[in-house]
């Protein structure tokens, strides 16, 4: 069970990003701050440390590399730095200068319990502006052996093409650059990153100017997400010689764009960062990115030149949980600035595919049914704003409400309501007269008042909605629009054919459910809705998720179906669907990611979620409910899928369309997978 709640178990590296407070022309205290760093580091349980180029002497030393006494204690006290780091199980990265047949090179020495892995010389020497490095340090390619000796270690790998791969750990390889090395136009750690690395460390000095630090962030992201990599980035700091320039301290650590940790800058202190980078997202991403290995194909000379230097890092071992913060809505951001911007996207994104629609089909109405759920109100309102956009009166959108045999009276005056607040045209077709006769006709039990209500029941119902939907568009020349939502339709839960399952073009096709709810938020607000569009959305976002298809009693104005009882949390199915589908992660670490999101009620617990929903679950829900989505998404519904309307991806991580993002045979096993399921432990006690 610990090995479950261990992070390393599931792709996970911790590294560490360190800052220390240098004194100019004094390795020794140098050294005694990066060991201080570096046991810090290890006691984090990090596997790998970085620090700034040329740490050991400081960067600011201009003509006195050229010191002998310099380069001498230089040599002396990374000895002894090896020997205080060699108890560690962390990879350590620390930046000096090295004499190399009466060249000097500007280095990066990778470190493992006390010996040299490796030496990597930089490769851009920049001679520009304030920078005058070429003045002391030769560039890489001036190197005429790839072997070299320091510290009393021979036969040490030497050169800008070397790789570190971690044995032990799949997918974890790391490349080294230095400073400018990243400013180029074609840095060397994109041919790293084709050549197998997964991690890039950059040790630099990087004075500091206004407007710099912004810079830096923008080369990272894009860095890291162009060779999908992690990206460490560790800046000089404080006690850099302050004659000309000045020194922030600016640790960073980013991954496939996303920025995971950030220090504090201008320090009067050391400092270290730590974060989690998830190793099985960049393998994942590679192996779907067809183009990032035809771009490899491609440079496969060059990357012949890389030399692959192998070692083993002894991994923490006990519970131990990540620190970096996984949100419970994957599709919806958690800042509400950026929430915002999302929101506004997806609905116009929405709208002008329905728009396009609308133009190419030469509909001249929209039929749509509204039931004062959550699916069918937004896809109401993406009606409205396309007939808008149009220049179409809105009474062109015949909106219709068709009561079964167990709508509450909530949605049914709720669905009136926001027919009447947005001006549509609503008419009302009760299916019950319909779907009786339709039990009658097949002999179903309960049009006799016997047996009991089964999905025959249901689908009885659903299928006379979306009949009468189409039947209408043929009588007003018109589109059907679909409403059913990117969860239902992962989980199966639609009636297929002449059901819920179809439309003429189903604007919803790729918003999962958690999504709609908070789209339907930021309609809601005062600045986009009237009063009485406002009223009755909110009431809305607060009523039972439910198909109404099954009598049964409510519970304060609540619908008595409860759509959650049978597939599940859509906080927690949404989780689920993200990560197997956007990333294809093993059922083992997509439990795991949803028990650090959801296992602690004090973390994301979101005002704008209604009251009345769940806001933790322990490992058994979580292996429960992730059970049953593998049963419903792998060996039950794919025949649905590969049938939807048309429809527009919305967003990166949300579409199942088999003509886009979805391929897959509709007869396949959820073996695999279930044997996954079965590897969660069921409690975390």
């Known amino acids: 069970m610990e090995n479950f709640f261990n992070f390393y178990n599931h792709g996970f590296i911790r590294v560490a990003v360190a800052v220390p407070e240098v004194r100019v022309a004094d390795p020794a205290y140098n050294v005694d701050r990066t060991v201080a760093l570096a046991c810090k580091?290890?006691?984090?349980?990090?596997?790998?440390?970085?620090?700034?180029?040329?740490?050991?002497?400081?960067?600011?030393?201009?003509?006195?590399?050229?010191?002998?006494?310099?380069?001498?204690?230089?040599?002396?006290?990374?000895?002894?730095?090896?020997?205080?780091?060699?108890?560690?199980?962390?990879?350590?990265?620390?930046?000096?200068?090295?004499?190399?047949?009466?060249?000097?090179?500007?280095?990066?020495?990778?470190?493992?319990?006390?010996?040299?892995?490796?030496?990597?010389?930089?490769?851009?020497?920049?001679?520009?502006r304030e920078f005058y490095e070429a003045r002391q340090f030769r560039p890489a390619a001036a190197a005429l052996r790839d072997r070299v000796e320091f510290c009393g270690q021979r036969d040490i790998p030497f050169g800008n093409n070397l790789l570190f791969k971690v044995k032990n750990f799949p997918g974890f390889t790391l490349g080294v650059e230095i400073c400018e090395d990243l400013w180029v136009p074609v840095p060397p750690s994109s041919f790293a990153a084709l050549a197998g690395a997964t991690v890039i460390a950059n040790l630099s000095a990087s004075n500091i100017t206004v407007g710099k630090a912004d810079y830096r962030h923008a080369l990272l992201a894009n860095q890291s997400a162009r060779c999908l990599v992690a990206y460490l980035y560790s800046a000089a700091g404080p006690g850099e010689s302050t004659t000309d320039l000045a020194w922030d301290g600016h640790a960073l650590v980013y991954e496939n764009g996303q920025m995971l940790a950030e220090s504090s800058r201008f320090s009067r202190g050391s400092s270290l960062i730590t974060a989690e980078i998830d190793l099985d997202r960049l393998s994942q991403e590679r192996l779907r990115q067809n183009t990032f290995a035809e771009n490899s194909r491609l440079l496969r000379e060059k990357l012949a030149a890389y030399r692959t230097v192998e070692t083993e890092v002894k991994l923490?071992?006990?519970?131990?949980?990540?620190?970096?913060?996984?949100?419970?809505?994957?599709?919806?951001?958690?800042?509400?600035?950026?929430?915002?911007?999302?929101?506004?996207?997806?609905?116009?994104?929405?709208?002008?595919?329905?728009?396009?629609?609308?133009?190419?089909?030469?509909?001249?109405?929209?039929?749509?049914?509204?039931?004062?759920?959550?699916?069918?109100?937004?896809?109401?309102?993406?009606?409205?704003?396309?007939?808008?956009?149009?220049?179409?009166?809105?009474?062109?959108?015949?909106?219709?409400?068709?009561?079964?045999?167990?709508?509450?009276?909530?949605?049914?005056?709720?669905?009136?309501?926001?027919?009447?607040?947005?001006?549509?045209?609503?008419?009302?077709?009760?299916?019950?007269?319909?779907?009786?006769?339709?039990?009658?006709?097949?002999?179903?039990?309960?049009?006799?008042?016997?047996?009991?209500?089964?999905?025959?029941?249901?689908?009885?119902?659903?299928?006379?909605?979306?009949?009468?939907?189409?039947?209408?568009?043929?009588?007003?020349?018109?589109?059907?629009?679909?409403?059913?939502?990117?969860?239902?339709?992962?989980?199966?839960?639609?009636?297929?054919?002449?059901?819920?399952?179809?439309?003429?073009?189903?604007?919803?096709?790729?918003?999962?459910?958690?999504?709609?709810?908070?789209?339907?938020?930021?309609?809601?607000?005062?600045?986009?809705?009237?009063?009485a569009t406002r009223s009755v959305l909110l009431d809305i976002l607060e009523t039972e998720i439910s198909p109404e298809l099954v009598p049964g009693c409510a519970d304060g104005g609540q619908p008595a179906q409860r759509t959650e009882d049978t597939i599940g949390p859509y906080e927690l199915q949404d989780f689920n669907i993200y990560y197997l589908t956007r990333f294809g992660y093993r059922p083992l670490k997509v439990a795991f990611l949803a028990y650090c999101a959801w296992h602690d009620k004090t973390k994301g617990n979101w005002p704008e979620i209604p009251e009345h929903r769940k806001n933790q679950y322990d490992i058994g829900e979580i292996k429960r409910w992730l059970g049953v989505f593998i049963r419903r998404f792998f060996a039950a519904s794919q025949f649905k899928r590969s049938v939807a309307p048309n429809g527009p991806k919305v967003g990166s991580g949300g579409s199942l369309s088999p003509r886009g993002d979805w391929r897959a045979p509709s007869d396949s096993e959820d073996a695999p997978w279930l044997s996954d399921v079965e590897l969660i432990p069921d409690s975390d006690r």
């Open 41 to 128: 580091a290890a006691e984090k349980k990090a596997v790998l440390v970085l620090f700034p180029e040329l740490g050991i002497s400081a960067y600011s030393n201009e003509d006195l590399f050229h010191q002998q006494a310099l380069l001498v204690a230089v040599e002396k006290e990374c000895t002894r730095l090896l020997a205080a780091t060699a108890g560690l199980d962390t990879m350590i990265i620390i930046g000096a200068p090295l004499a190399v047949d009466s060249y000097l090179y500007n280095c990066g020495l990778v470190i493992y319990r006390g010996r040299i892995l490796g030496i990597i010389p930089k490769t851009y020497i920049p001679n520009y």
């Open 316 to 531: 923490p071992d006990g519970r131990l949980l990540p620190d970096r913060q996984y949100p419970r809505f994957p599709f919806v951001p958690s800042d509400e600035a950026d929430r915002d911007r999302r929101c506004f996207e997806a609905y116009n994104i929405q709208v002008h595919g329905l728009v396009k629609r609308l133009e190419a089909s030469r509909a001249e109405t929209m039929i749509i049914g509204v039931s004062g759920g959550l699916d069918s109100t937004q896809a109401l309102l993406v009606a409205v704003q396309a007939a808008d956009l149009l220049g179409w009166p809105r009474e062109r959108i015949r909106a219709y409400t068709m009561p079964g045999f167990a709508t509450s009276n909530r949605t049914h005056e709720n669905a009136w309501r926001l027919i009447r607040a947005l001006g549509v045209r609503g008419e009302e077709l009760d299916i019950r007269p319909s779907s009786q006769r339709m039990l009658e006709t097949i002999g179903h039990p309960l049009a006799r008042g016997e047996g009991s209500y089964d999905t025959t029941y249901e689908n009885v119902q659903a299928g006379e909605r979306t009949s009468h939907l189409f039947r209408l568009a043929n009588l007003h020349r018109g589109l059907v629009v679909g409403t059913g939502d990117l969860s239902e339709l992962a989980l199966g839960w639609c009636t297929f054919g002449v059901g819920d399952h179809m439309s003429h073009y189903n604007v919803n096709a790729s918003v999962p459910k958690t999504f709609i709810q908070y789209l339907l938020r930021w309609q809601a607000s005062p600045e986009r809705a009237d009063a």
